[in-house]
């Protein structure tokens, strides 16, 4: 036990060392396309706004509910911020502590069957890891997910039967939790369960047990499902299930790159953690060897845990780099549990060796297999944004043409609008109709926006929304002609542009703003009254 203190306070400061540092969704999520963690600052926002608003049932976006994702993350982060503060690290804390916890529960595991060095190895694997070390310090769901799910496996490894009542109740805790993390994500704990019961053997649950643990899950996982769908029913459906499940699930609408499905997915591996991906290849004869003399479960738990992630992974339509990190910690187990580098006298060097490793991508953070331990904000309009939140103006202030993914939404202003310059003027639905509940709205309608309100407010009760803040969130124009024409019918509003936009606008003949630069790249329009 003291041992696993040490492994957990190590990976702690490995994983977590100037996370307070880095700006909210500065850090790339895939490097590979350049996606930067916008959805960090998403999450971060509805974190924010439950801990303020005291609404721990419903998440929220910008004055809308925000279903997309479960409420788990959010209630952590939330309980985070009333605790801490807002900051970069009270945001963080729930994934940093979530990878942590999982680098010491590897360590533990080997521990109880091999020696100390090659327990420590495993520790080292994980948090030596591209992909590990990324999502440990996002304000993601991803390292929240692979914690509950490496618990309900090592539950399985130590009662493969579920014969104690303790066994049956951790893993279907683990396994609501996870459900509770990322939805139908969620269900990976119980995917493997039951094909680990399918394949046999002789440590397996009984047909019993394998539904008293479904039911558990279910019972644990349901309430707040039941209560969105008894609140909110319309929006749960559009957004939880039809919107996550059936668009983004089963046809994605779009996607970051135009790789193949499994080339996406065997690139990032191999090209971000290709230490790892070599060792655990090495490693999978001799657990395939051990799984047919059923001298241990664990092969069978470990292979299983990696099929069901990865046909996960292929059959979810929309792909992502960080949804990877759900097959490291068992790549780490099956490599040193099974490679004969960490066995005998050879596993004090082999971990030594990884220590090495660790450094050494620490040393060299621009590698797709680099540790990235950056400071500051990267957002391109984060010091407009920043210098605009330190005048503490009252007025709104609209974003023309965003680049901030979202960072404006964590910072204390009053009220922040997007505007898009879009010739098309099309606006996708996904599940939801933003432009019929009037979210999004044209340049008219917003211009016009005393008039188009009532509909708009009573499309929003329809949907059991009481609240008019949403509304015109997302303004779209088709020129800048359009533009302009907002600009001046907008008196009372702040508006942040590109500066290059700054000589076609003309603003400096504006009688209702005066410019004001607001970095290199961007300037602020200040309402003159």
């Not at 269900?187 to 394998?210: K, M």
């Not at 790549?331 to 060796?353: D, E, H, K, N």
Request: aromatic share 10%; hydrophobic share 50%.
């Amino acid at each position: 036990m003291r041992w696993t203190a040490v492994v957990f306070a190590l990976a702690l400061l490995a994983l977590g060392y100037q996370i307070h540092q880095a700006g909210i969704a500065s850090r790339l999520v895939d490097p590979f396309v350049g996606i930067r963690a916008q959805d960090e600052a998403v999450y971060a926002h509805s974190a924010i706004r439950m801990a303020q608003t005291g609404d721990w049932m419903t998440p929220s976006f910008m004055g809308r509910h925000a279903l997309y994702k479960p409420p788990m993350l959010f209630w952590l982060t939330g309980l985070s911020v009333r605790l801490l503060g807002v900051s970069p690290l009270s945001l963080r804390l729930p994934s940093l502590l979530a990878g942590a916890l999982v680098a010491a529960l590897l360590f533990a595991w080997l521990r109880s069957f091999t020696s100390l060095p090659a327990a420590a190895a495993a520790a080292l694997l994980l948090v030596s890891s591209s992909t590990w070390h990324r999502i440990s310090r996002l304000c993601f769901t991803d390292a929240l997910l692979a914690l509950c799910l490496v618990v309900a496996v090592y539950v399985l490894y130590r009662d493969p039967r579920l014969t104690h009542r303790s066994s049956l109740w951790v893993f279907a805790a683990a396994s609501a939790a996870a459900i509770l993390t990322k939805g139908v994500a969620g269900l990976l704990p119980s995917l493997v369960l039951l094909l680990f019961t399918l394949l046999g053997g002789r440590e397996r649950p009984s047909l019993r047990r394998l539904a008293q643990a479904g039911l558990l899950t279910a019972a644990l996982a349901a309430p707040w499902h039941l209560y969105q769908s008894a609140v909110h029913p319309r929006w749960f459906w559009a957004e939880y299930i039809h919107g996550e499940i059936f668009i983004f699930g089963l046809d994605s609408p779009y996607q970051s790159s135009p790789e193949s499905h499994h080339g996406f997915y065997l690139r990032r591996l191999m090209l971000t953690d290709p230490l790892l991906s070599l060792l655990a290849l090495a490693a999978l004869p001799a657990a395939i060897a051990v799984w047919r003399s059923a001298a241990s479960p664990l092969p069978r738990l470990l292979l299983c845990w990696i099929a069901v992630v990865a046909v996960a992974l292929l059959v979810f339509q929309y792909r992502n780099a960080s949804y990877v990190s759900l097959l490291i910690p068992a790549l780490a187990l099956l490599a040193v549990a099974y490679s004969p580098l960490f066995s005998g006298r050879r596993a004090p060097f082999a971990a030594a060796a990884l220590g090495l490793v660790f450094l050494a991508k620490a040393a060299l953070p621009n590698q797709s297999w680099g540790l990235d331990f950056q400071t500051g904000i990267t957002v391109p309009s984060a010091t407009a944004l920043n210098a605009y939140a330190r005048m503490q103006r009252p007025n709104e202030l609209v974003v023309v043409s965003p680049d901030d993914a979202f960072y404006s939404a964590v910072l204390p202003l009053p009220r922040v609008r997007y505007c898009f310059i879009d010739p098309s003027d099309r606006t996708p639905a996904y599940g939801l109709d933003f432009r019929h509940l009037g979210i999004n709205v044209s340049a008219s309608q917003f211009v016009d926006l005393d008039r188009w309100r009532p509909l708009f407010h009573r499309r929003l009760r329809e949907w059991n929304l009481n609240s008019d803040e949403p509304v015109a969130t997302v303004i779209v124009v088709r020129s800048l002609t359009e533009l302009s024409g907002l600009i001046a019918a907008s008196p009372r509003r702040d508006f942040l542009l590109p500066a290059s936009l700054q000589a076609e606008l003309q603003i400096t003949s504006l009688t209702s703003h005066r410019p004001l630069p607001a970095s290199s790249a961007h300037v602020l329009l200040l309402s003159r009254p």
